[in-house]
């Protein structure tokens, strides 16, 4: 009762239910009236507002099927949808497909893959690193989940695995097989790198020869093909074998419309220009009717040419010859040359070749065959009897029959030849431990016309339907038996009926053989047999209404009709035998091998059969030739079903969307087709019959949780859900309880979500009520404090109001009185005035009368003076010019006489004779003559200049007197007029006064505006220099980041090189002990090498033997490898040392770089210069026309004021003159003005020119030397010389000079010093060497014995000379000494102990010890050095206690960090004081390859750590103690004088820093293997804040660890582990920048794992998991907080996550939330960002889903950012680590040897 209530609730008001519908199948829509038993009308409408009455057959009432709720659509699975039918299959899977762009889906078991006819990047090495070691269920569904379970079902139940892989051509079978084999070729590397590319390099060969395009595909695979990928027993791939199945042959030589033939045909005619295929004689594709018969050559967007390099490439990688592979195109064009044969008719039954184009002399040329037999034999076919052999003409159907027939044999061979090549070449000689089958197949076919192709591949899928079901309900039963839930039968189809219609005896196969083997079978005669035999008896056969020539199979997935017509002929599969025996003479070596099987019976193989016609075979018999193609497949067919179900199958189906190839676009009726096809909806049939909603229990409580009280809440979840489901739900056969798990029947899940939200809806508006009630009675508190407010301040306004009002009245009055006062006094004082000014201008009216009248007289008698004076003064002149002119004539006419006489008398030569007489005399006279003249006129002219001065004063007198009389005489006509021009002087002196001041306003507006422009300049300056500056910074920056990314690149490059070394070093050790294991070896021999390191170069390195059984093992191996060892160290070098050089290249491009940025910032600043040039040239102008307008102004000014000087002249005793005055000091003041603003502009001018100069020499500094050093210009000097710089500059040159010359002159004088001591000493050495010279002669002279007597006592002197000589330099350095020692100890006494001090400081400051104990180091000894002593027999002693047996943990509890590598340098440091190369360079090899034995031996995280810090501070002592000047200046003296003194061991130095890489990248692979399976559950999956997380019902791929359990991981567990790993770092002494790295490191791997996570599963997308997300990112930058960590990176390389989990967050609606988005993800792709949006999945009913309208507006608006297409994050990245130098300030003498060590062999010096 309680179950049909339920039911009937569903069908309510406001339910969605689904309708057929003839155009989209189904269609959805809204119940308007809640449905009541009985009713035969449904009242609905539909989406687009229509209204409809869906009528309801009254006698079986079958209610429309119910629509999921929104919050179930999209889901991973369809068997989590709560009503599991066809409308909702469909529905969800557009939904999916279409709107989340997601191509694939679970269905169970199954994979449905939906081709997007379009490129997507989910298949790159990140998605497959993503998916590799996933639980299926745990990542989005994908053709690698499925992958991957077959690899990880196969490993971990050591059982052989099958992928079926099916749909009809154009699904997308083939690119899903082809990814399925690229995973395990990924994922499964083997021992030989070259099989996993042989694997993936068969399929371009198999789709050249094998694939061709269709109207419906234009990669269509003809065949089918069943790959068996061979694992060994560390499941790596060692090789494969490759059946194919069903080769479509007809296409060989028949195309339809808009189709092509086989690739591999037109790959060979786009070739045919290439040298080597000229013999071929072949052409285009349009030439030969094989191939042009679809009349489409091209297919859009493929290249045959490309194509056909990549085939020959895949068949050079698959070990196919040259010749052979020019062998097969041999074929290959002989095929088509003989398609282009042609026949003619020869009579009626006869038929002959007409070989006028010499294609059939090609054909035989290229095959090798002879023409004659072959034209023959084309045109004959032999008949045999019991008697005799006939040759019988044939028609020339019949001809041209049999030459496409030959042609589709020739190609089925060749392909059967390919296909054993390619199994060949993949096959091994091991056997394979077990292998992953990928079945590639076409799927159920149904055309207009089929035919026995049809007919074989239905069959096919029939059989593989029958499988499927049985697998799909035995793993329903063991689900159910695994859970204990009571068994029922379940009734699904079963197609066994069918099948045995087809197979079974008596079947449609068997009636067909038995057809082909009648002398006078045909196709009527077949289809008569069928109807005969299973007409009305076999519920699958039918017999079409119109047709006598077809039958109809009821198939699981539709009826088929098929055609009779050539199911005969194609069963027999016939070729003319003389025809083979012919090719089978061929001189072709692989054409005659091509057709050995047929003469020799050979074992079977389980190669590729022949083709489409043939099933399942490669190499057989001729006389299996003879069977038909009916039985071929039919055994074929159950060879692999047996292979199937002796695996585990796993299966993807794909769907074919559309049948345009639109991206992205479903049509309905295909979808629908094909899903009843595939067994996908029988699928859902089976799961709906039984419990197909599963939920554990925790996932039930946890969803549910509202639906419960609190009483029921108990501890045991089971008992909780028991109880709660019992309340709600009370027909118990609607749900069954399990172990770990509650099962649902269809629809429960839909009924509990309606409760939940009915639940939910009221709780929301309980809570709006109270809220709104809470907001009412604010609201209404509010305005009542208001009204009291304001009615307080109204009465009190009112208040104020009178009171102003009375104090205005009284104002007012007060007023009033003063007021009227004022009024009658001003009115009489008005009065007044009046009168005073009418008497004033009466009496002043009657002056100016009388004025008037005496100026009138007075003007009349000046006019008639002056006019008399001018008439008597015209007549004088008149009389006097005439008389003048007269004199002028006579004189003129009497000089004309004089000369005309003077020329006659020069003509004659006795003239000039007489002049001469005398001359000389005459001369003298003259000169004389002259001089007296000139004295008499000299003392003439000081006799008139003293008459003139007399003159001159007389006549002042006279003007004086004469003055004063016109004055007096004057004085009063004078008076009368100055009044008046004194006006109109004064009006016109100040209508100029107004346009000077009219002219100083605009001047002053003029400098206004030329100061604001002259800020306005000094702004733009500065900003053009801001911003020219911050974008050289920025260029800057950017090429420094670029050059820095560069630099990380290299050392990225050059760690992936050590860890390649460091793989090949585990090789070759792994190789070493398997030979150590087969054969035993003898003692090693001491090795021989080259020693780079000693001052004296030996020749040899001796090996040291170590003690004990592992020791000896360890020395024996370091013995082995020692040469190994030593030549990886010399590569390594050079690596490096190209590296090195890399480097120094990389560092000159950079200068280069540097200088080219140097260069264009010179040329920017010179172009900014230009234009302040320019603008400061337009600047100038404009002072220039300012100035020129001041100059015109002071002109004008100053020619008024000369004009007022001059009236003002005229007038001194003028009335007006004060105001003149005031004119004068107003005309004084702007010009002031104007000179103050010339100023400024003179000021504004010199702060250009300065401004000028301060880049001038900006830019001669940034510049290049060259630049800097060009002479100046005088204009320069000039500028410089400005401010005294100049000056100041000579000046300091010239003490310099003097300087220099004092020093110069000092050198000189010690110089010369040095000489006459040498001089000296020269003499002293030559009188000695005299000396010696003369005794010796002496002695030459004397007798042996007293010779020797004489040079034992010289000697005996000289050396008593040099005694005394020697003790008196001892006594001076004695007091030397002692004198430094009283210094010394003052020193000491001042400045304290130093050795205290540096005991103090030896203490190590970064030691953890969390137990709070001390370290102390004792006080070191006197004579210590540093240095500890062994004996070479102890070298592996030594190593066998500080390296092999030394545990971690000991040390760095009891012991200071880095102790073994102190211990190790303090030893080295003894061999290199010794000079001991060999021990030098035995100890350091020892060591490195011991501490590598270690880590090979003990990866644990502690070991790997607790060596990094060894090896990192052995580096360090060897740069600190190298004596490099770089790593010693952080050295005490002490410290330094512990320096090595012998070796140069830079190149250890280097060895050992790849050896700290290689240390660091294992740390991080153990710590990745270790923090890898706790991210993604505690990050994404563990719900740390309760009552967030929401979760959605689940289907049968279950997530594994979807909630917390004993054994999941927490946000906790991880920073515990962090915890662990940050103090155990500490702890063994790690660098804290080395830290810092690593921290870093480790923080990237938990953002990728967990970002890569979130992309690829869609139920993390939700608002509710970006907020758990961002919590636990909070949590990880607390730990950074507390473990002041922040400056390290780590905190960076979170963005990406925190910006997705912002991203889950934010709003996502209108388009300001689009630019929000943009803006925010900077550190997500565009991929990731539309990745998440399509992803986000509301979780409750609440959330809304991302529109598509938004995720186009987010793609349009990122379309502009550059940046990789990547969807996932590269986990395994490891940033390149650096070692910086890290001096240790323990000093080497104050270390002991702890007794724990057992070191005593070892001796301190």
């Not at 045909?265 to 000229?278: D, G, N, R, S, T």
């Not at 020539?549 to 009779?564: G, N, P, T």
């Not at 019959?689 to 089971?718: C, H, N």
């Not at 102990?1393 to 969390?1410: F, L, Y």
Request: net charge neutral; aromatic share 8%; glycine share 4%.
């Amino acid at each position: 009762m309680q179950s049909a209530m339920a039911a009937l609730d569903l069908y309510s008001k406001c339910s969605r239910v689904w309708i057929p519908d003839t155009t989209e199948v189904w269609r959805s829509a809204d119940l308007t009236a809640d449905y009541s038993p009985g009713d035969t009308v449904l009242h609905l409408e539909l989406e687009d507002g229509t209204e409809l009455e869906y009528k309801l057959d009254p006698k079986n009432v079958v209610l429309p099927p119910l629509r999921n709720p929104d919050i179930l659509v999209g889901e991973n699975d369809l068997t989590a949808l709560s009503y599991l039918h066809e409308p909702a299959v469909l529905h969800n899977l557009r939904v999916r497909f279409t709107d989340s762009k997601l191509i694939y889906t679970y269905c169970g078991i199954i994979l449905v893959a939906i081709n997007p006819y379009e490129s997507l990047q989910i298949y790159g090495a990140d998605i497959i690193n993503a998916y590799s070691g996933q639980n299926m269920g745990d990542m989005d569904p994908h053709i690698f989940a499925v992958a991957e379970e077959a690899y990880k079902q196969m490993a971990r139940d050591e059982k052989n695995q099958s992928i079926i892989v099916s749909g009809e051509s154009g699904a997308g079978k083939t690119v899903s097989a082809k990814y399925a084999m690229r995973y395990f070729a990924t994922v499964s590397s083997s021992a030989e790198a070259s099989v996993e590319e042989k694997v993936l390099a068969s399929s371009p060969i198999m789709e050249a020869i094998g694939n061709a395009k269709t109207t419906r595909n234009d990669n269509s695979s003809r065949f089918g093909k069943y790959i068996e990928i061979g694992f060994d027993r560390k499941h790596h791939i060692i090789g494969a074998n490759m059946r194919t199945y069903l080769l479509e042959k007809s296409r060989v030589v028949f195309q339809a419309s808009e189709e092509r033939n086989y690739h591999i045909f037109y790959q060979l005619c786009v070739c045919a220009h290439l040298p080597e295929f000229e013999h071929l004689k072949l052409g285009s594709a349009d030439d030969f009717p094989y191939t042009n018969q679809g009349r489409s050559p091209l297919i859009e967007g493929v290249n045959d040419l490309r194509e056909m390099q990549a085939t020959r490439k895949a068949f050079s990688l698959l070990g196919i010859t040259e010749t052979h592979q020019m062998g097969l195109f041999q074929i290959l064009s002989a095929i088509l040359h003989l398609g282009n044969v042609e026949v003619k008719e020869r009579g009626s039954s006869s038929c002959a070749i007409s070989d006028e184009n010499g294609h059939l002399a090609v054909f035989c040329d290229l095959t090798e065959v002879s023409y004659e037999s072959m034209a023959h034999w084309l045109c004959h076919k032999k008949l045999k009897t019991a008697t005799e052999t006939l040759n019988k003409p044939v028609t020339r159907m019949e001809a041209v029959n049999g030459r496409d027939a030959l042609s589709k044999h020739i190609y089925a061979k060749l392909f059967s030849w390919i296909v054993g090549q390619v199994n060949k070449a993949l096959s091994t000689s091991s056997k394979p431990h077990s292998f992953i089958g990928v079945l590639d197949i076409y799927g159920f076919e149904t055309f207009e016309v089929n035919s026995f192709e049809q007919f074989c591949i239905n069959y096919a899928n029939e059989k593989l339907q029958q499988q499927f079901n049985m697998h799909v309900f035995k793993l329903e039963q063991e689900e159910y038996m695994k859970e204990q839930i009571p068994w029922t039968l379940i009734d699904f189809y079963d197609n066994q009926p069918c099948i045995n219609l087809i197979e079974a005896k008596m079947g449609l196969l068997d009636l067909l053989d038995e057809e082909c083997t009648m002398p006078k079978g045909s196709d009527d005669s077949w289809a008569q047999k069928l109807y005969n035999t299973h007409l009305k008896k076999s519920a699958h056969f039918e017999k079409p209404r119109m047709s006598n020539k077809a039958f109809i199979i009821q198939h699981f997935a539709d009826k088929v009709e098929y055609q009779c017509d050539g199911f005969l002929e194609k069963n027999k599969d016939t070729v003319n035998e003389e025809q083979i025996n012919v090719l089978k003479a061929s001189k072709f070596t692989l054409l005659a091998e091509l057709f050995q099987d047929e003469e020799t019976p050979t074992a079977p193989s389980t190669t590729a059969p022949s083709g489409r016609a043939k099933f399942g075979r490669t190499t057989q018999s001729f006389r299996e030739h003879k069977k038909s193609v009916g039985l071929q497949f039919r055994n074929s067919l159950h060879l692999l079903m047996d292979t199937l179900n002796a695996t585990t199958p796993h299966y993807v189906r794909c769907i074919k969307p559309n049948d345009l190839k639109a991206p992205f676009m479903m049509d309905p009726h295909r979808a629908v087709q094909q899903l009843r096809a595939c067994g996908v909806l029988e699928t859902i049939r089976i799961s709906a019959a039984g419990f197909p909603s599963r939920w554990t229990y925790q996932e039930f409580f946890s969803r549910y949780r509202v639906l419960m009280k609190q009483k029921d809440i108990l501890s045991d979840r089971k008992l909780t859900c028991q109880s709660v489901l019992e309340r709600l739900v009370q027909d118990k056969d609607k749900y069954q309880f399990g172990k770990s798990k509650i099962f649902f029947r269809a629809g429960q899940v839909a009924y509990l979500e309606k409760l939940r939200a009915d639940k939910l809806r009221k709780a929301c508006i309980h809570i709006q009520k109270t809220i709104r009630c809470w907001v009412a009675r604010k609201k209404y508190l509010r305005i009542r404090q208001a009204a009291i407010t304001i009615q307080r301040y109204v009465r009190g306004h009112q208040a104020r109001c009178l009171c102003h009002t009375l104090r205005r009245t009284r104002a007012a009055v007060i007023f009033q009185k003063n007021i009227r006062m004022w009024a009658t006094r001003r009115q009489y004082q008005r009065q007044k005035a009046a009168a005073i000014l009418i008497q004033r201008l009466l009496r002043g009216y009657a002056a100016r009368l009388e004025y008037k009248q005496l100026v009138c007289e007075r003007k009349a008698l000046l006019i008639q003076r002056w006019v008399r004076g001018f008439l008597a003064r015209w007549r004088f002149r008149r009389i006097k010019r005439a008389v003048v002119y007269l004199q002028c004539c006579v004189r003129r006419m009497l000089a004309r006489r004089e000369l005309k006489k003077l020329k006659i008398e020069a003509r004659s030569v006795e003239h000039y004779k007489k002049l001469n007489v005398g001359m000389e005399n005459k001369i003298m006279q003259l000169q004389r003559k002259l001089d007296e003249q000139h004295k008499e006129n000299r003392e003439l002219s000081e006799r008139i200049s003293e008459v003139e001065t007399h003159n001159a004063a007389e006549l002042e007198k006279l003007n004086l007197q004469l003055k004063t009389l016109q004055g007096s005489e004057e004085e009063a006509r004078q008076r009368t007029d100055q009044v008046t021009s004194l006006q109109e002087e004064l009006e016109l002196v100040r209508q100029e006064l107004e346009r000077n001041k009219e002219m100083v306003a605009e001047l002053n507006e003029r400098n206004t505006l030329l100061k604001s422009e002259k800020d306005e300049m000094n702004r733009l300056i500065q900003e053009q220099e801001k911003q020219i500056i911050e974008k050289l910074e920025s260029t800057h920056q950017a090429f420094t980041e670029h050059l820095q990314a560069q630099l990380n690149e290299e050392h990225f490059r050059y760690q992936n090189l050590l860890t390649e070394h460091l793989k090949l070093e585990e090789h070759y050790a792994d190789l070493k002990s398997e030979k150590e294991a087969a054969e035993e070896f003898s003692k090693p021999a001491h090795n021989r090498a080259d020693s780079g390191y000693s001052s004296s170069q030996s020749e040899s390195i001796h090996s040291s033997e170590l003690t004990g059984s592992e020791v000896s093992s360890l020395g024996r191996q370091d013995a082995g490898q020692m040469a190994a060892d030593v030549s990886l160290l010399l590569k390594l070098q050079r690596r490096v040392s190209e590296l090195e050089k890399e480097k120094m290249d990389l560092q000159s491009e950079m200068d280069t770089k540097e200088e080219q940025l140097q260069q264009e910032r010179t040329k920017e600043l010179e172009e900014c210069q230009r234009v302040l040039v320019a603008e400061r040239d337009y600047e100038a102008l404009k002072r220039q026309e300012l100035e020129s307008d001041n100059k015109k102004l002071k002109k004008d000014l100053q020619e008024l004021r000369q004009s007022l000087s001059k009236g003002a002249g005229s007038k001194v005793t003028s009335p007006g003159g004060q105001a003149y005055n005031v004119l004068l000091e107003q005309l004084n003041s702007t010009n002031e003005e104007l000179d103050v603003r010339k100023e400024e502009v003179l000021i504004l001018r010199s702060q250009l020119v300065s401004q000028k100069v301060f880049k001038h020499k900006e830019t001669a500094t940034e510049g290049d030397s060259n630049d800097s050093s060009r002479s100046p210009t005088f204009h320069d000097l000039h500028e410089l010389n400005e401010d005294g710089e100049l000056w100041m500059a000579y000046e300091s040159l010239k003490e310099t000079n003097r300087l220099l010359v004092s020093q110069l002159q000092t050198q000189g004088q010690s110089h010369e010093k040095e000489v006459e001591g040498m001089k000296a000493e020269l003499q002293q050495l030559r009188a000695e060497l005299d000396q010696q010279q003369q005794m010796f002669s002496d002695s030459l002279e004397l007798p042996q014995d007293a010779r020797i007597q004489a040079s034992l006592q010289h000697e005996i002197s000289r050396l008593t000379q040099q005694n005394l000589d020697l003790l008196e330099q001892m006594g001076k350095q004695d007091k030397m000494i002692r004198k430094l020692k009283k210094h010394l100890k003052i020193y000491v006494k001042k400045f304290g102990e130093p050795e205290g001090v540096h005991i103090e400081q030896s203490t190590p400051e970064n030691m953890i010890d969390e137990s709070g104990r001390t370290v102390s180091i004792a006080r070191k000894e006197r004579d210590f050095q540093g240095m500890l002593e062994y004996r070479r027999e102890d070298e592996s002693k030594l190593l066998k206690i500080l390296i092999i047996e030394l545990k971690p943990r000991g040390v760095a509890v009891n012991l200071i960090p880095g102790l073994p590598a102190y211990i190790l340098f303090m030893c080295l440091r003894h061999a290199d004081y010794a000079n001991d190369d060999q021990r030098v360079s035995t100890l350091l090899n020892s060591s490195i390859n011991a501490i590598k034995n270690v880590l090979k031996k003990k990866g644990d995280f502690e070991t790997i750590s607790f060596w990094l810090a060894n090896t990192c501070r052995f580096l360090h002592c060897l740069r600190q103690y190298s004596g490099e000047e770089a790593y010693t200046k952080h050295n005490t003296p002490r410290q330094n004088k512990h320096c090595l003194t012998n070796f140069d061991l830079s190149e250890y130095r280097q060895v050992l820093s790849d050896l700290a890489i290689q240390i660091y990248q294992q740390l991080i692979r153990v710590i990745e293997n270790i923090l890898h399976p706790m991210i993604a559950p505690a990050m994404l999956e563990q719900e740390t804040i309760q009552g967030v997380m929401g979760v959605k019902p689940t289907g049968m791929r279950k997530r594994t660890t979807s909630f917390p359990e004993e054994t999941s991981y927490t946000l906790e567990s991880i920073l515990k582990q962090l915890d662990g790993f940050y103090y155990t770092l500490l702890q063994h002494g790690n660098d804290t920048e080395l830290v810092r790295q690593f921290i870093k490191q480790q923080f990237y791997v938990i953002c990728s794992v967990t970002l890569n996570n979130l992309l690829l599963r869609k139920d993390m997308c939700s608002w509710s998991k970006g907020l758990q997300i961002r919590y636990n990112v909070c949590q990880l930058e607390e730990w950074l907080l507390d473990k002041e960590l922040q400056g390290s990176g780590a905190r960076e390389s979170l963005e990406p996550l925190i910006q997705a989990a912002q991203l889950l967050q934010i709003k996502k609606k209108s388009q300001d939330d689009a630019d929000a988005i943009c803006t925010m993800c900077t550190a997500l792709t565009n991929e990731q960002i539309v990745k998440i949006l399509s992803l986000y999945t509301p979780v409750n009913e609440f959330e809304e889903r991302v529109s598509i309208s938004f995720i186009k507006s987010i793609q349009t608006l990122l379309k502009d950012r550059k940046e990789s297409s990547q969807l996932l994050m590269d986990a395994k990245i490891i940033f390149p680590v650096t070692f910086p130098f890290s001096p240790s300030t323990v000093a080497l003498e104050t270390i002991q040897l702890p007794s724990s060590l057992n070191l005593s062999f070892l001796t301190r010096v």
